[in-house]
C-alpha cells in the first residue's frame, strides 16, 4: 500500500496533489454553492489558452498564462445578466468553448501536438520537481491565509448566491477576491495537473462533502477528507496498474462520488420499506 512512497517522484506527485487537491476542494465548496460548476474549466481553460499562445509566440511562458487568466477571472467576476432568461453558466460555457477551441488551434501548430493536447487535459503530475512545489506551495499558501482571514466574508457572499436574495450586482470586492483566488490557484494547478483533474478536484469532494453533511465546517473537513483519499489512491492506481496518473486520480474520485451517492439512495430506500411495514 505504501510501497510507491519509496520512489522521490510518487512522493512528489502525492505531494503536490495534496497541494492542490486540498485547496481546490475547499473552493469546490464555493463554486458549487453558487452554481458556477464550470467556472473552473472555463478559467483552466484560458489558462491553456494562455499557455498555447505563450507557446506559439515563443514567449512569456509563465507571464502570459498567469495574465490570461487573471484577465478571464476579472472579466467573468464582473459579468451581470439582466435577461432572466439567461443564466451565467451559458455565458461561462461559451468562453469555455471559444478558448478550448483556440487552445486546440494554437496546440495543433507545434511538433507534438496529440500529447500536448493530452497534457493539457491531464497534465503531467510524476514529473513534478521540487521547484514547483515549492512555488505552489507558497502561492496556494497565501490564498488559504486569504481565505482564513475572511473566511466569513466569502461563505456570506456565496450564501448570497444559494438565497439568491442579496445576490450582489456589479462588481464586489470579495467576488473580485474569489474570482482572483480560483484564478492563480488554477493557473499554477492547470500546468501541472491539467483541465480535466483540477476541475474534478474542485467539484466531486465538494458534492460529496454537500451530500453527506450541512455545517460548513464540517463540508469543509470531508470535501478535504475525499480529496486526500482520491489523490492517494488515484496515484495508487497509477503506481500498481501502469495508468496514467492524472486520469487515476479522476476515475477515483469518480469512484467515490458514486459510493456517496449511493448512501442517501440507500437511505430513502430502507426508509420507504420500513413505512411500508409500518
Known amino acids: 500500500m505504501f510501497e510507491m512512497l519509496s520512489l522521490n517522484f510518487m512522493v512528489h506527485a502525492l505531494i503536490i496533489s495534496l497541494i492542490t487537491g486540498l485547496f481546490l476542494s475547499y473552493l469546490g465548496i464555493h463554486v458549487v454553492g453558487r452554481g458556477i460548476v464550470f467556472v473552473d474549466l472555463a478559467i483552466g481553460q484560458i489558462s491553456s489558452f494562455g499557455g498555447a499562445f505563450a507557446a506559439f509566440i515563443g514567449v512569456g511562458l509563465t507571464t502570459i498564462p498567469l495574465v490570461f487568466t487573471l484577465i478571464g477571472a476579472l472579466l467573468i467576476s464582473m459579468i451581470d445578466i439582466r435577461d432572466k432568461r439567461l443564466k451565467l453558466e451559458a455565458i461561462i460555457g461559451i468562453i469555455y468553448a471559444f478558448a478550448s477551441a483556440a487552445t486546440v488551434m494554437l496546440i495543433s501548430k507545434t511538433p507534438h501536438g496529440d500529447s500536448d493536447v493530452q497534457e493539457v487535459l491531464f497534465g503531467n503530475i510524476l514529473s ?3 521547484n514547483q512545489i515549492t512555488v505552489t506551495g ?21 450564501a448570497s448566491y444559494e438565497t439568491d436574495k442579496t445576490k450582489p450586482k456589479g462588481f464586489n470586492i470579495w467576488n473580485f477576491l474569489f474570482y482572483i483566488s480560483i484564478g492563480l490557484s488554477i493557473v499554477f494547478a492547470v500546468k501541472i495537473s491539467g483541465v ?6 474542485l467539484i466531486i469532494p465538494s458534492v460529496c462533502a454537500i451530500m453527506l453533511v450541512r455545517t460548513d465546517k464540517a463540508v469543509v473537513i470531508i470535501a478535504m477528507l475525499v480529496s486526500f483519499l482520491g489523490s492517494y489512491l488515484g496515484l495508487f492506481v497509477s503506481f500498481h496498474f501502469d495508468f496514467p496518473a492524472g486520469s487515476s486520480v479522476v476515475a477515483v474520485l469518480g469512484t467515490i462520488f458514486v459510493l456517496v451517492s449511493l448512501i442517501p439512495l440507500t437511505k430513502h430506500i ?3 420499506r420500513d413505512k411500508t411495514i409500518l
Open 138 to 158: 507558497i502561492v496556494f499558501g497565501a490564498l488559504l491565509i486569504m481565505h482564513i482571514l475572511f473566511r466569513k466574508k466569502f461563505f456570506e457572499l456565496t
Open 270 to 272: 430502507l426508509a420507504k
Open 128 to 130: 513534478v520537481n521540487l
Open 196 to 201: 480535466i483533474p483540477v476541475f474534478s478536484y
